[in-house]
C-alpha cells in the first residue's frame, strides 16, 4: 500500500515531533526534515508508474455497509503537487531551524507544518469527492493554527480567524456543491465523476453545483472578492507563508480547478466566473501590490495575481490555457517560496521587513541578494528563468483566445498591463532593498544568512534557472504526465522552446519589461517625494472592512435573537420542554386516537385501592412539603417508593420489588445525609407571597395536572389494549434453553443484554469517582459549618456520645449500645443473605444488583451506629478498588468469550459436579453477576461515605461571611 | 386495576412534574424522584399487567406469553432503577456544590429573582 503509507507518514511525524522536548530545535528539524524528505523520495520514485497516464488506485474499505471506502488515487496531476508538498515542505523545515529564534516553541511548528502535509497529501490524494473535502478543510484547520502560532499577538489571532472564516466557509460551499455533483454522476469516486463531464455539464442542478464547488475553490486560492485573507495571513511565521500562503495551500482551490476541469468546464458560466474572478484577481493584485511596503505583503498581493493568472487560464476552457496554467502552478511554487525565504532572511538578518527602510543590502548580505534578484526577475517574467515560459504560454492563449469581440480585445491588454504591474514589484522587491546606498538606521546590523539556511532558497533557484534555460529537458516528462490528466487524456500540441521567434507574446513580454522599469521609475520618483503611498482608487473598495462589518452585524443579529427567543432560566426551559413534549403528544394523538381498548380488565382488590390511596397521599404529600418541610417529604417520598416497590410485588415482578427497596433505602439516607448542607428555611419568614408568584404557581399547576392526566391516559390506554408482539418471546424461550437460568429477567441482564449491563456499571462507577472528585472541592456554605444545633445544646465539659456521635470513641459504650451491638451482629447475616441473592439470582429472584445494595446497605448501618472513625479504623473498604475489580471481572468474562471465538459476552455453562453438592451448574453469567455486584458495591459506599465524611472534614470557614443566604425565597 | 395503575402513574408524575418547575433544588430533586417512579410503573406497564405470572420459567410449563408476565419492561426497568439512584446522587452532589459556590439553593444559582 504505497500511497497509504505515504499518507499516514507525516501524520506519524506530527505525533512524533510533537512528543519531543519542544525548544529542540536541531532534533525538531533533523526529524520533521527526514519525514519530509523520505516522502519526497517516494513520491519522485512512483514517477515511472505515472509517466505514462497510468493511475495508482488504493482501496481501503471503511463502512462496507455504507458504500464507503477510503480511495487513494495517485495520477500525474496529483503526483506533481504532491512532489510540490513533500520537496518544499522539506526544504521549509531546514530553513524554519534557521529562521525561528531558540526561545519560540518549535515542536508546535513543525507538528503542524507535518500535519499540514499530510493534510494536503490528503487532499491531492483522494479518490473520493467527499473525502477530498474532508482533508480540504483539515488544511484549513492547520492554516488557522499555523497563522495563530504567536497567539499572544493580535494580527496573528484576527489573521487566523480571518482564514478560518473565509475558507472554513468556502469549504461548506465545496461539501455542498461536492454532494450535487455525487448526486448528478450517482457516485462520489472521482474517476466516476471525471468520466461523466457530459452529463454533469447537462443536468439541470449543473449551476448550482458549479457555483458552490467554485465558492469552494477561489475562497481557498484568495481570488477576488474573497482574496483579503492572504495579506492577513502574513501574520504567521514566515516558513508558514512560503509553505503555505504561497506554494501549496492556496493552490489547493486551482487544483481543485484544474482536478474537475475535465468534468465542470467548457460552458459559458464556467467561462464568466472562473475567467472573470482571475482576470480581476490577477489585476487586482498586481496593482495593490505595488503600492505595499512590507515586503511580505509584497509577496501577498503578487500571489494573489498570480493565483489569478492560473484561475484566469483554467477559465479559458482552452486545454493549452490549462497546460499553461498546470506549468505555472509548479513554476509559481518554486519563484515564491524562495522570495519568501529570501524576505524572511532580509526580516531576520535586519530586523525590519519595511522597503522604505531597507537600501543596498546588497553589499552586506551578497549571495542572499543575487538569489533574491534571480527569483524576483523569474517572477517578473525575465527570459531564461522559469516564469518567464509561462507567462509566455499566457500571453499566446490571450492572443489567439477567440470569443466576443470585446474580450478578445481586452484580454491581451489586461495580461500585459498586469504584467508591466508584475515587472514594477518585482524591482521594488529585489532591486529597491539591494541596492541604492546602504540603510543606516536598520534595527541589527545586517550580515549574510547562515549557510544552511540559504540551501533552500539556492535549491529552488537553481530550479528556476535550471528549467527556465533547458525546459524540454528538466521539466518536460514531468509537465507531460501533470498536464495529462487534466485535460481529460490527451495532451494538445505546444512547445516549451524558449525562441518562439518574433512574435506578439514576444513583443507583449517585451513590452511589458520595458514599460515596467519605465514605470517602476515613475514611481519611485513619486514615492520619494512622499506622494503615492498607497494604492489610489481602490481604498473604498475594502473587502476586508466589508467582511468584518459583516460579520459584526452577524453577531449581533445573533445576539439579538438568543435573547428573543432564548433564556438562561432553568424554570423557563423546563416549563418550555414539558409545555411542547405535551403539546406534541396532543397533536399525535390526532392521528393515532387515544381510545381505550377492549382487552380484559383485572378486577380491582380492595388492599391495592387502600395502598394506592395510601401512595398518592404521600406522593402529593412529598410535593406540598418539599419547601419547607423537607424531612417529612423525604419521608412520604419514601412511602411514594414503598407503594411502588408494593405495585411490581403485586403484579409478578420480585425482581423490581426486590431492587426497588434496597435503592429506596440507599437513596433516602442519601437525601438525608444531604439535607445538612442545604439552607434552612422556615413558613411564613421569606418575602410575601406577589400576584406574580400566583400567577407562576398557577399556570405551573395547571401544566403539571395536564401532563399527569396526559400521562394517566395514556398508560390507561396502552393498559387496555391487548399486548403488542415484541422480542419478548424470544427471551422467554431462550432463557432457559440457552441462557442456562429460570430467572428471566436475570438472564437477560447478565447474558442477552449484559453488554448493556456493562455499560451501566461504568456508568455507575464513573457517577461515584465523580461524586468523589466533586466533594473533594467542596465548600459548604458558611452558616452550615457550625455544629448542628443539637448537638451544641449540652455544656462543653459533659462526656457522651451524644456530642460527636460520628467521632466517639465507641459508639457502643454509650446510648448506642443496644444498636450498635445488633447492627454488628446483623453484618454477618447480611452477607449472608447478600450471597444467597447472588448466587440463586440466574434461577430465583435477586442478583448482583440486589446482592451488592445489601451489602452497601449492611456497611452502611454500620458507619451509622458506629460512626465513621471507629469503622474505618476498623475495617478499610477501599470502595474504588471494588469498583475496579468488578469492572474488570466483567469486562474479563465478556473477553473470555471472544477468546473462545464466541461473540463478546456469550455465556457458557458449565456442569461440575462437587462431592456432598452434587451436580452444579455453573454459568460464565455468574462472574459477570460478581462484577456487577462488586461495582454495585463499591460504588454505593463510595458515593454514600464521601458525602458522609465533609461532616468530618475541617471545612475553612470563610474570613467574611456575607449576608445571611436565608430565604429571600419565592414560589 | 388498569384504571387505578394509570391514575396513580399520573398522579406521581403530575406531582413530579409540579416539583420540577420549582426554583428550589431541592424540590426538583424530590420531583425527579417522584417522576422516575412515574415513568418506571409506566414502562413496567407497557408488557400489560398479570398477576402470579412472574417471568421464573418452571419445568412443564410452555414459555411463552400466555403463561408468563413480559420479561422485558422488567428488565428495562431494573436498570432504569439503578441508575436513577446514580443520577439522583450526582445531582444531590451538584446542588450541594452550587449551594457552596453561590450562597443559594435557587436552580439557577442567583439569588434575585428577575
Not at chain 1, 490549462?322 to 505555472?328: I, L, M, N, T
Amino acid at each position: 500500500m504505497p500511497l497509504a503509507a505515504l499518507l499516514l507518514l507525516p501524520f506519524l511525524g506530527s505525533v512524533l515531533t510533537a512528543l519531543l522536548p519542544t525548544r529542540a530545535r536541531s532534533e525538531l528539524a533533523a526529524c520533521a526534515g527526514f519525514v519530509s524528505a523520505g516522502a519526497a523520495v517516494w513520491v519522485i520514485s512512483l514517477f515511472p508508474r505515472v509517466r505514462d497516464g497510468g493511475v495508482i488506485r488504493e482501496t481501503i474499505s471503511w463502512v462496507p455497509s455504507l458504500g464507503l471506502d477510503l480511495v487513494l488515487r495517485l495520477d500525474g496531476f496529483a503526483w506533481m503537487f504532491a512532489v510540490l508538498i513533500t520537496v518544499i515542505g522539506a526544504l521549509v523545515c531546514l530553513y524554519a531551524r534557521y529562521y525561528m529564534s531558540p526561545e519560540d516553541p518549535v515542536a508546535r511548528l513543525y507538528a503542524f507544518l507535518l500535519a499540514f502535509m499530510g493534510a494536503m497529501l490528503g487532499v491531492v490524494l483522494s479518490g473520493n469527492l467527499v473525502q477530498l473535502v474532508v482533508f480540504w478543510e483539515l488544511t484549513s484547520l492547520v492554516s488557522f493554527l499555523l497563522i495563530g502560532y504567536w497567539h499572544h499577538r493580535v494580527d496573528a489571532q484576527r489573521g487566523a480567524r480571518m482564514a478560518l472564516t473565509v475558507t472554513g466557509a468556502g469549504g461548506l460551499a465545496l461539501l455542498g456543491g461536492v454532494l450535487l455533483l455525487g448526486h448528478i454522476v450517482g457516485s462520489y469516486e472521482l474517476d466516476v465523476a471525471l468520466a461523466s463531464g457530459d452529463r454533469v455539464r447537462a443536468h439541470p442542478l449543473y449551476p448550482a453545483a458549479l457555483v458552490l464547488i467554485l465558492l469552494g475553490a477561489l475562497t481557498k486560492s484568495a481570488q477576488f472578492p474573497f482574496h483579503f485573507w492572504l495579506p492577513r495571513a502574513m501574520a504567521a511565521p514566515t516558513p508558514v507563508s512560503a509553505y503555505l500562503h504561497s506554494a501549496t495551500m492556496v493552490k489547493a482551490g486551482v487544483f481543485l480547478l484544474a482536478r474537475l476541469w475535465p468534468v465542470l468546464s467548457g460552458t459559458e458560466l464556467w467561462f464568466w466566473i472562473v475567467s472573470g474572478a482571475g482576470m480581476t484577481t490577477l489585476l487586482l493584485g498586481a496593482y495593490i501590490a505595488m503600492f505595499q511596503h512590507d515586503l511580505k505583503r509584497v509577496l501577498a498581493y503578487s500571489t494573489i495575481s498570480h493565483l489569478g493568472l492560473i484561475t484566469l487560464l483554467f477559465g479559458l476552457n482552452s486545454s493549452l490555457a490549462a497546460v499553461a496554467g498546470v506549468f505555472h502552478i509548479m513554476n509559481h511554487a518554486t519563484f515564491k517560496a524562495s522570495l519568501f525565504m529570501a524576505a524572511g532572511v532580509v526580516d531576520h538578518e535586519t530586523g525590519t521587513r519595511d522597503i522604505r527602510r531597507l537600501n543596498g543590502l546588497i553589499r552586506s548580505m551578497p549571495r542572499t541578494g543575487a538569489l533574491a534578484l534571480v527569483a524576483s526577475g523569474a517572477m517578473a517574467g525575465v527570459p531564461l528563468l522559469n516564469g518567464f515560459l509561462s507567462k509566455e504560454m499566457f500571453f499566446a492563449e490571450t492572443m489567439f483566445f477567440s470569443a466576443h469581440p470585446s474580450v478578445e480585445v481586452m484580454l491581451p491588454v489586461v495580461a500585459t498591463i498586469a504584467a508591466i504591474f508584475a515587472v514594477v514589484y518585482s524591482l521594488r522587491f529585489g532591486y529597491d532593498i539591494f541596492f541604492g546606498p546602504p540603510s543606516t538606521d536598520l534595527p541589527r546590523q545586517p550580515e549574510e544568512a547562515p549557510r544552511w539556511m540559504r540551501t533552500p532558497i539556492e535549491l529552488l533557484v537553481l530550479s528556476c534557472l535550471i528549467v527556465g534555460v533547458a525546459p524540454t529537458i528538466s521539466i518536460g516528462p514531468s509537465l507531460a504526465a501533470a498536464a495529462r490528466p487534466v485535460v481529460g487524456g490527451t495532451l494538445p500540441e505546444y512547445s516549451l522552446a524558449i525562441w518562439h521567434g518574433f512574435n506578439p507574446p514576444f513583443v507583449m513580454s517585451l513590452v511589458a519589461i520595458a514599460g515596467g522599469v519605465l514605470g517602476y521609475l515613475w514611481l519611485r520618483k513619486h514615492q520619494e517625494q512622499g506622494r503615492l503611498q498607497d494604492a489610489p482608487f481602490v481604498g473604498r473598495l475594502n473587502a476586508r472592512r466589508l467582511f468584518e462589518s459583516a460579520l459584526l452585524g452577524l453577531t449581533r443579529l445573533s445576539r439579538r435573537v438568543l435573547r428573543l427567543a432564548g433564556t438562561r432560566r432553568l424554570q423557563t426551559q423546563m416549563f418550555t420542554i414539558i409545555a411542547v413534549a405535551l403539546l406534541l403528544a396532543l397533536l399525535a394523538a390526532r392521528g393515532v386516537p387515544l381510545e381505550w381498548g377492549d382487552r380484559d380488565r383485572l378486577p380491582a382488590s380492595p388492599a391495592f385501592v387502600l395502598l394506592w390511596v395510601i401512595g398518592a397521599v404521600c406522593a402529593v404529600g412529598a410535593a406540598v412539603m418539599a419547601k419547607f418541610h423537607r424531612l417529612i417529604a423525604i419521608t412520604l417520598m419514601g412511602g411514594a417508593g414503598l407503594v411502588t416497590c408494593l405495585t411490581f410485588m403485586w403484579f409478578s415482578a420480585p425482581d423490581l420489588a426486590l431492587t426497588q427497596i434496597v435503592v429506596e433505602i440507599i437513596t433516602t439516607i442519601l437525601l438525608l445525609l444531604g439535607l445538612r448542607w442545604l439552607p434552612m428555611r422556615i413558613e411564613g419568614i421569606s418575602r410575601p407571597v406577589t400576584a406574580r408568584d400566583r400567577m407562576r404557581r398557577g399556570r405551573d399547576l395547571l401544566l403539571a395536572i395536564g401532563a399527569g392526566s396526559g400521562l394517566a391516559a395514556l398508560s390507561y390506554a396502552m393498559l387496555t389494549r391487548p399486548a403488542p408482539h415484541s422480542i419478548s418471546p424470544f427471551f422467554l424461550s431462550r432463557a432457559l434453553p440457552e441462557g442456562g437460568g429460570a430467572n428471566v429477567v436475570n438472564v437477560m441482564l447478565v447474558d442477552f443484554r449484559a453488554f448493556d449491563t456493562l455499560g451501566e456499571i461504568t456508568v455507575l462507577g464513573a457517577v461515584a469517582l465523580t461524586v468523589y472528585a466533586l466533594l473533594r472541592r467542596f465548600r459548604p456554605p458558611p452558616e452550615s459549618i457550625e455544629q448542628p444545633h443539637q448537638q451544641r445544646a449540652f455544656p462543653a465539659d459533659v462526656v457522651t456520645d451524644l456530642v460527636k456521635p460520628r467521632t466517639a470513641e465507641d459508639a457502643a459504650r454509650g446510648y448506642m449500645m443496644v444498636p450498635a451491638v445488633i447492627a454488628r451482629l446483623l453484618l454477618p447475616v447480611s452477607v449472608l443473605v447478600a450471597a444467597h441473592f447472588l448466587l440463586r439470582g440466574h434461577n430465583e429472584p435477586g442478583g448482583g444488583f440486589v446482592a451488592g445494595l445489601v451489602v452497601a446497605i449492611a456497611m452502611l448501618m454500620q458507619y451509622m451506629v458506629s460512626g465513621a472513625l471507629w469503622l474505618e479504623a476498623r475495617a478499610r473498604l477501599r470502595p474504588v478498588r471494588w469498583i475496579a475489580v468488578g469492572l474488570l471481572l466483567g469486562a474479563i468474562t465478556g473477553l473470555g468469550a471472544l477468546a473462545v471465538g464466541y461473540p463478546f459476552l456469550t455465556t457458557h455453562t458449565a456442569h461440575v459436579r462437587l462431592p456432598l453438592v452434587g451436580e452444579v451448574h455453573l454459568p460464565s453469567a455468574t462472574f459477570f453477576d460478581l462484577g456487577v455486584f462488586a461495582v454495585v458495591v463499591g460504588a454505593t459506599l463510595l458515593t454514600l461515605t464521601a458525602l458522609a465524611h465533609q461532616s468530618l472534614r475541617a471545612h475553612r470557614r470563610p474570613t467574611q461571611s456575607p449576608a445571611s443566604s436565608t430565604s429571600e425565597g419565592t414560589s | 386495576m388498569e384504571a387505578l395503575l394509570a391514575l396513580v402513574i399520573g398522579v406521581l408524575g403530575g406531582s413530579g412534574i409540579w416539583l420540577v418547575l420549582r426554583p428550589r433544588t431541592f424540590q426538583v430533586i424530590m420531583g425527579l424522584t417522584l417522576l422516575s417512579y412515574a415513568v418506571n410503573l409506566f414502562i413496567f406497564s407497557m408488557g400489560s399487567i398479570f398477576i402470579d405470572k412472574p417471568p421464573l420459567v418452571r419445568p412443564g410449563v410452555p414459555a411463552d406469553l400466555q403463561h408468563y408476565t413480559d420479561p422485558m419492561p422488567q428488565s428495562l426497568v431494573l436498570t432504569a432503577i439503578v441508575i436513577g439512584f446514580a443520577t439522583t446522587a450526582l445531582f444531590l452532589v451538584v446542588l450541594l456544590a452550587s449551594r457552596g459556590f453561590s450562597g443559594t439553593d435557587h436552580v439557577d444559582g442567583t439569588r434575585e429573582e428577575p
